[in-house]
């Protein structure tokens, strides 16, 4: 399974970006997926996963009301939208697809990494 994650790039603050995460391969259409982001200097960290059926989403404290994390199964993804972008969004953000049914907020319960965007809010 290979996850491949777009959409990344520069934004002022207050701005907003939508992430995108597409894998190859069927089996992983009903997975448990989640985004990720680690900042320079430190470690990764959750921030929005979503159930295998999309009907439950989970986010970390700082970003709720302000990101949306949604999946298509049709098309085999899951978009992150990020809305009111502050400096402190500033990471590398990862998707990750999961086995089982979610959402899980854990970074060891997922066993397929995207390779990272870069999201760099400042301005």
């Known amino acids: 399974v290979q996850l491949q994650a777009s959409g990344g790039g520069l934004v002022q603050p207050g701005g907003s970006l939508r992430l995108s995460c597409a894998a190859s391969?069927?089996?992983?259409?009903?997975?448990?997926k989640g985004w990720f982001r680690q900042a320079p200097g430190k470690d990764r960290e959750f921030v929005a996963a979503?159930?295998?059926?999309?009907?439950?989403?989970e986010y970390a404290d700082s970003v709720k009301g302000r990101f949306t994390i949604s999946r298509d199964n049709a098309e085999n993804t899951v978009t992150l939208q990020m809305n009111s972008l502050k400096p402190e969004d500033t990471a590398v953000y990862y998707c990750?697809?999961?086995?089982?049914?979610?959402?899980?907020?854990?970074?060891?319960?997922?066993?397929?990494w995207g390779q990272g965007t870069l999201v760099t809010v400042s301005g």
């Open positions: 391969g069927r089996a992983t259409i009903y997975w448990p």
């Open positions: 990750a697809f999961g086995t089982g049914r979610g959402p899980f907020l854990k970074a060891s319960k997922y066993e397929y």
């Open positions: 979503i159930n295998w059926n999309g009907r439950s989403t």
